[in-house]
């Protein structure tokens, strides 16, 4: 059987009403209005044609009307699909970019606090200096503190060491580098990162 509907078993009720309704033409048409039977049988017959072309006309716009919906729930199905897609791409996206940032920002400050301990061992004089990490509510502050010659900041050269290798690289992930020496007293370096919750 067929399930949408148009079983065989449907098209033959559908030409039993038909029979019936040609025989109840066809007697009024003699009994009553006394038409000849030849003018009788075209108009009784006349019925079978316009059935079997109705019911294949309605076959067919229930044949599309399913095929309609099964597009449209294809399509709603696709479209569902695709949101769930894009919004998991939209949150890789995010992840991927929050965790560049936060491994560029540990990368500056690793390279920042790698060049303040080469300063402790080149020019100091010391070979131990203090290294601290702290972290505020929107701060990660790391400082390096050094007992060691210190220099004075006001009459010393700026070297490549101090400008680009600290306080470049800290600028470059929207951090601060501060620097605080007197000869004689040391060296203490505090370098500052801003962070996004």
Not at 116 to 132: D, Y
């Amino acid at each position: 059987m067929d399930r949408r509907g148009f079983a065989y078993r449907r098209y033959l009720a559908v030409l039993a009403l038909t029979s019936l309704l040609a025989t109840y033409y066809a007697l009024s048409d003699l009994l009553i209005q006394h038409v000849q039977m030849y003018s009788m049988l075209v108009n009784a017959l006349s019925y079978f044609p316009f059935t079997a072309v109705s019911w294949a006309v309605a076959r067919y716009l229930r044949h599309v009307n399913q095929l309609l919906d099964a597009s449209r729930a294809e399509q709603l199905s696709q479209a569902e699909a695709l949101a769930t897609e894009r919004e998991r791409a939209r949150h890789a996206r995010a992840l991927h970019d929050r965790v560049l940032q936060t491994m560029e920002v540990i990368a500056a400050l690793t390279g920042a606090a790698h060049e303040a301990l080469t300063n402790v061992a080149k020019h100091a004089g010391v070979g131990t200096a203090t290294m601290r990490i702290g972290l505020s509510e929107d701060t990660l502050v790391l400082s390096v503190l050094d007992h060691g010659c210190g220099f004075d900041p006001k009459t010393a050269r700026q070297g490549i060491g101090l400008r680009e290798s600290i306080q470049g690289r800290m600028a470059e992930v929207g951090g601060t580098a501060a620097i605080d020496s007197s000869p004689g007293g040391g060296t203490y370096v505090e370098l500052a990162v801003p962070i996004r919750p």
